[in-house]
Structures are given as C-alpha cells and as structure tokens.
C-alpha cells in the first residue's frame, strides 16, 4: 500500500523546504506548490491524503482554495497556517470546511501528531463505511462444499487474496462469483478500505461512464452538479465490476488507462485525478471469444485476466447440492419464521439430479418457493418446483407468440411466482432491477405482493 501523501500550498520557498524536509523523514511522500492554481493542479493528480496551506498565497488566500478542494474531494482534510491570525478568521475557515487554522511558527512535531491523527480519522470513517456490510458478507463462504472443484478453487483463491493484482472472476450465471469477489476483498491487504461494486450488464455507456468517472458540473445537460464517480469512492480499496464483457468499446479504454497509469479524469475535466484501487471483474461470457469477435479490447482482456478464477457450475459438483441447500435452509427458515427444515432422501436426489442453468441462485429461489408453499418442517421432492417445470406452458405457446409477447408473459410469470417482488424476479430474469421496472411500465404490468 502506499504511504501517506501530503501537499504543501505555500509562496515562501524556505517554508516549503523545511516541512518537505520534516515529513519526508517521517515516511510522507510531499508534493508542494507556491500558488492556489497550481495547488489545485497537484491536487487533482497527487491526491494527498492532507494539506497544509498558508493562509497569504500570491494568487489568493487559502479560504478561496479550500472550496475548490472541497468541491473536488471532500474528504481529504486541510490545514491552514497564517502568520497573522485572528479568532474570526480562525471560526470563518472552520466553518467552511478546514480542519485546523494554525498561527505560525508551527511546532513540528506537534504538527506531525495533529497530520497523523487527521488522516486515522479519515480513514476510520471510510472503514466504519466499509464495514457496514461486511459482517452479512464475511457470514457467506464462497468454498462450501467438498468436492475437487470447489477445492481447487479455494486453493487458488488462497494463493492469490494478498495479491493488487487484477483478477478475473469467470462462471455461469448465479454460481457466486460476486461472493468471490468480496471473499477476496474481506481476506485480501484492502479488507478494512471500501468495496465498491457495479454490474455493467445493459448499462449505456453514457451512464457507466458517469458512475465509474464521475462528472464536472455542466458537463452535459442534466449535470448540475459535480458527482464523484465510483473509482474515487474506492480510492484504496476495491472496485468490483461484474459482467464486465458487457463495457462498451468507447468506455473500454479509459478503463485500460486507470489500470496502467492509476489516473482517470472525470467527465467534462481538464485534469487526471489520481487513484489507488484493485480491480476484480466478472463475467458469465468468453471473453477470449468477445477479444476475437472485436467485442471486446485484446489489451484490456490480458491486463484484467492476470489472476484467472473459474468458479465451478452446480452441474459439475453435483456432490455440493446437499450440503448447499442445507445451508440455504438454515438462512432462509429464520427469514421466514420457520424452524429447523430438513431434507427428504427422495427431494436431495430431486435436486442432485435437477439441471440448475441458474446454480445457486436458482437453487436457493427453488428452496424459497417450497417454504412459502408448504408449512411442514420436512421438504419432499414433491415440494420442489423447479424453473422448468413451471415455464413448459410458455414455452409450447411460444411458437405462436411474438417475441414480445413471449417476453411479457414470461416477466408477468416470473414476478408473480417470486410474490411480487422486483428485486428478485430481476434477479432470476437475470437483468438488473431498473431494466425490469422500465419492461413493466412498457408492457402495464400490474405488480403486487401476495
């Protein structure tokens, strides 16, 4: 990890010197500036994790700056030293957003305590937001089971956690690969920063843009103001991107820069920014395959493909099911105010023998609708409605239908078997959630909770 970076905004040179001098024995890496403008020039790029500016600058005061510094990264603390201070100037640079107002000459070393407690506190705050999720996450192990699949992966997934090296997560769709991705964020040397994830699938590139980058105010129409994009919020943590085979080509690039030169710039900037983040990307595709068909960058695939996971289908450890859906259980009674549920011989084979094209996702949606349907503590086979058994009548329809018609009907089942609930029948549909919402206003689709 890098070490804690300071600017320094000052037009004495011999000022400028001796607190570089200071700071770089003490372990921080020191940029410096002499005015406002080119502070805010070294910001953008640098990225400090503190400031310290003079009051006085040749081209502006310290007050006019903190604003700008504030509007482009308001998390990153700001001292601001004077050599003629007053109580009202001092509360007036509180108020807008300084840390400490100091009165010079500045006792160094108290100066030093005051940098490092700043930046702790700082990164407290972003723990305290990574935290939030983590203990529901770190309760799901990405590696039950036993058999020599799952093994192998967890044994690769071991060798590789420690590493900030780019890692591409591939497998068919619901068998955990988002789980993977926050296993390796959890054990990995970023555990305490954020974990910032997006699923690109469907996303226009306008939109993708603005979340990863984020955007300048005025930068196009509805831009009112400035939006720090998601690659700054993760700024020394980890930034997930699910389906990333479905990134556009234009967006492509710009993310291939922020692997290689650790510097992005948001849309409608004239300066990089710079940033520390480990990219772990997902997807259900072939990408070799996209790179042949010209769908996908050949630079960008090997430089997010240098950690290669392949998480294994249900359908190639079929040995895991059991002890799956065990553990489904056991989450999913309490949910539902249900007791211990145990398995039949005759529904474990039901399942071991069930095909699962949507894999755990689909086995725990298969587990869920049997609880909601039946009230016994014991699940048979007979309890199990599996996805196929449910959408024959669709499908011997199909031939009459247009494809329109097919794709309503089949939303219309499938929100009406998960009771209403968009956020799961988007996920069993396998679009995202606003995609869904806008399908139901098209097609009028009455939606309620039963």
Known sequence: MAKNKVLIVDD???????????????????????????????????????????????????????????????????????????????????????EQFLTKPVELPALLIM??????????RHKQMARASVQAREAVDPFRGTSAA????????????????????QGE????????????????????????DLNCAGLA??????????????AFTSAVSSKQGLLEVAHRGTVFLDEIGDVDLHVQPKLLKVLEEKRFRRLGAVRDLAVDIRLIAATHQDLATLVREKKFRSDLYFRISTIPLMVPSLAQR?????????????????????????LTLDAVKALQSYGWPGNIRELRN?????????????????????????????????????????????????????????????RRLAIPKSSLYQKIKKY???????
Do not use: C
Not at 321 to 342: K, N, V
Not at 444 to 450: E, F, N, T, Y
């Open 12 to 98: 004495e040179p011999g000022i400028r010197f001796g607190l570089r001098d200071y700071l770089e024995i003490n372990g921080f890496g020191v940029e410096e500036s002499s005015s406002a403008r080119e502070a805010l020039d070294k910001f953008q790029s640098f990225r400090p994790d503190v400031v310290i500016a003079d009051y006085l600058l040749e081209d502006g005061n310290a007050l006019d700056l903190l604003a700008k510094l504030r509007a482009a990264a308001p998390e990153i603390p700001v001292i601001i030293l004077t050599g003629h201070g007053s109580i009202d100037l001092a509360v007036r640079a509180i108020k807008e957003g300084a």
């Open 115 to 124: 940098m490092q407690r700043l930046i702790e506190n700082t990164r407290n």
């Open 150 to 169: 799952i093994r192998d992966l967890a044994e690769q997934a071991s060798r590789v956690m420690a590493s900030d090296s780019a890692v591409l997560i």
């Open 173 to 196: 769709t619901g068998t955990g690969k988002g789980v993977l991705a926050h296993w390796l964020h959890n054990n990995g040397p970023r555990a305490d920063e954020a974990f910032v």
């Open 205 to 218: 590139p306008e939109f993708l843009e603005t979340e990863l980058f984020g955007h300048e105010k005025g």
């Open 318 to 342: 079929p040995e895991d099911i059991p002890i799956l859906a065990e553990h489904l259980l056991r989450s999913l009674g309490p949910d539902l105010g249900r007791g211990q549920i145990e």
């Open 366 to 426: 298969v587990l869920e609708r049997a609880l909601l349907l039946s009230d016994q503590s014991v699940l048979r086979a007979a309890d199990l409605r599996f996805e196929s058994n449910g959408a024959s009548d669709i499908w011997t329809e199909s031939s009459d239908m247009t494809l329109l018609e097919f794709e309503q009907r089949l939303i219309e089942r499938v929100i009406n078997e998960e009771h209403g609930r968009v956020e799961q029948a988007a």
């Open 444 to 450: 009028g689709i009455v939606v309620s909770r039963h």
